[in-house]
């Protein structure tokens, strides 16, 4: 079974940066993918980055493209999410998932697994 652990999350004033990280236990394959998604109050959840093929790979989302920086430690079983030049819109609760086999997209009904999220705030 997989298990998904988020930390990192934070309040930070507006062009600060945090880095997310999700220890992920049970994952048979470090060519499976696994993907940041967020969700602000109100809105739908929302893919932000997802890297795959054991790090090898990445796909962002166009809003933080060229800010955030999704890795892949493959001996730790951690993905981490950089954050630079925060803005108030990524303010949101942040989770991590993963898949059972190597994709770029963030359809979220290929990832089965979630973890419990880690909140994120940004203030202008």
């Known amino acids: 079974q997989v298990h998904l652990v988020e930390s990192g999350g934070d309040s930070v004033q507006a062009g600060g940066s945090l880095t997310l990280s999700c220890v992920a236990s049970?994952?048979?394959?470090?060519?499976?993918?696994i993907a940041w998604f967020r969700q602000a109050p109100g809105k739908e959840r929302e893919g932000v980055a997802v890297?795959?093929?054991?790090?090898?790979?990445?796909y962002y989302a166009n809003s933080v493209k060229g800010r955030f920086t999704i890795s892949r430690d493959n001996a730790k079983n951690t993905v981490n999410l950089q954050m630079n030049s925060l803005k108030p819109e990524d303010t949101a609760m942040y989770y991590c998932?993963?898949?059972?086999?190597?994709?770029?997209?963030?359809?979220?009904?290929?990832?089965?697994?979630w973890g419990q999220g880690t909140q994120v705030t940004v203030s202008s």
């Open positions: 049970g994952v048979t394959s470090s060519t499976n993918s």
């Open positions: 890297t795959g093929n054991g790090g090898r790979s990445s």
């Open positions: 998932a993963a898949a059972t086999f190597f994709h770029l997209t963030f359809r979220r009904a290929d990832f089965p697994y």
